[in-house]
């Protein structure tokens, strides 16, 4: 398996064409022009439109996955997408991943990377949610 850069969308889709696995991060903030605005605890998040994108594109099983960490060793947690991911629109399908990710993180809220500002793109007009942050 080769490692694919994220922004090479046409190495992405000739691997999926050649049965490979392509993963990526769906919680990133990835800014406005490549996200869906969902509810992620309760708050408006920039979601990842991209997985979206990949499953709009056929046959492509869509799973999520979480990675837990135990003692000596990680531990993958793939499931599958619940329904049919392609009957969502890309509002349903930013929610449905917020939600999957929420119910993960729920269930181990220290292994979660909390650090990093998945909310920092605002819906317009809403302030930041990071006290003393202007942007």
Same mark, same amino acid.
């Given at each position: 398996?080769?490692?694919?850069?994220?922004?090479?969308?046409?190495?992405?889709?000739?691997?999926?064409?050649?049965?490979? =696995?392509?993963?990526?991060? /769906?919680?990133?903030?990835?800014?406005?022009?490549?996200? %869906? #605005? +969902?509810?992620?605890?309760?708050?408006?998040?920039?979601?990842?439109?991209?997985?979206?994108?990949?499953?709009?594109?056929?046959?492509?099983?869509?799973?999520?996955?979480?990675?837990?960490?135990?003692?000596?060793?990680?531990?993958? =947690?793939?499931?599958?997408? /619940?329904?049919?991911?392609?009957?969502?629109?890309?509002? %349903? #399908? +930013?929610?449905?991943?917020?939600?999957?990710?929420?119910?993960?993180?729920?269930?181990?809220?220290?292994?979660?990377?909390?650090?990093?500002?998945?909310?920092?793109?605002?819906?317009?007009?809403?302030?930041?949610?990071?006290?003393?942050?202007?942007?």
């Amino acid at each position: 398996m080769d490692l694919i850069d994220r922004n090479d969308v046409r190495g992405i889709f000739r691997a999926l064409d050649a049965n490979q =696995v392509v993963w990526f991060a /769906p919680d990133q903030d990835l800014g406005r022009a490549r996200s %869906e #605005f +969902a509810p992620f605890f309760g708050i408006p998040a920039a979601t990842n439109a991209g997985l979206r994108k990949l499953a709009k594109r056929g046959s492509i099983p869509v799973a999520i996955s979480f990675f837990r960490v135990k003692p000596m060793h990680y531990k993958l =947690v793939l499931r599958p997408w /619940p329904g049919d991911p392609n009957r969502q629109s890309d509002a %349903e #399908f +930013a929610t449905t991943m917020n939600q999957l990710l929420e119910q993960a993180i729920r269930t181990h809220p220290s292994q979660y990377m909390w650090l990093h500002k998945r909310f920092k793109t605002r819906p317009d007009g809403e302030p930041s949610v990071y006290q003393g942050d202007e942007t």
